[in-house]
Every structure is written in structure tokens, then in C-alpha cells.
């Protein structure tokens, strides 16, 4: 499974939902979604998006976790 870690970078870097959704043109229901981790899909200009605002790369944002459940 691939954990998005939005949340956390976000509050290291002190940055609310609505100033992640304004600075990057992401809808902020999109933004929520990857801030409780519930997005199914995210987009790679997103991704660039997100990248380029938060100041990170996409390894930051994303991490894989075996599936325990198999």
C-alpha cells in the first residue's frame, strides 16, 4: 500500500490545507483527500505541484508499505 505523507510535511512546514490548495491550484477537496491519506489516485501535475510548493521530493510525499493482509 503507498502511504501519502501530505500531513506531515505540511505541518513541518507550517502550511494549512487552503494555502497548499491556493499555492498550488489544487482543489481543496483534492488537498484533503491527500492530507487524511484517502486519495485513490493523484495525478502527476499534482504531484509536480506539490513538489514544487512544499519543497520536497515525490519520495517525501509517497511511501510504500507491504500489504500485510496476502
Known amino acids: 500500500m503507498i502511504n501519502i ?12 490545507k487552503k494555502q497548499l490548495a491556493d ?5 481543496p477537496a483534492t488537498i484533503s483527500l491527500l492530507w ?8 502527476i501535475d499534482h504531484l509536480n505541484a506539490l513538489c514544487r510548493v512544499l519543497e520536497c521530493q515525490p519520495g517525501d510525499l509517497l511511501e510504500y508499505l507491504p500489504d500485510t493482509s496476502k
Open 5 to 16: 505523507k501530505a500531513a506531515e510535511i505540511m505541518g513541518k512546514r507550517r502550511i494549512t
Open 23 to 27: 499555492a498550488t491550484g489544487i482543489r
Open 36 to 43: 487524511h491519506g484517502t486519495t485513490q489516485r493523484l495525478d
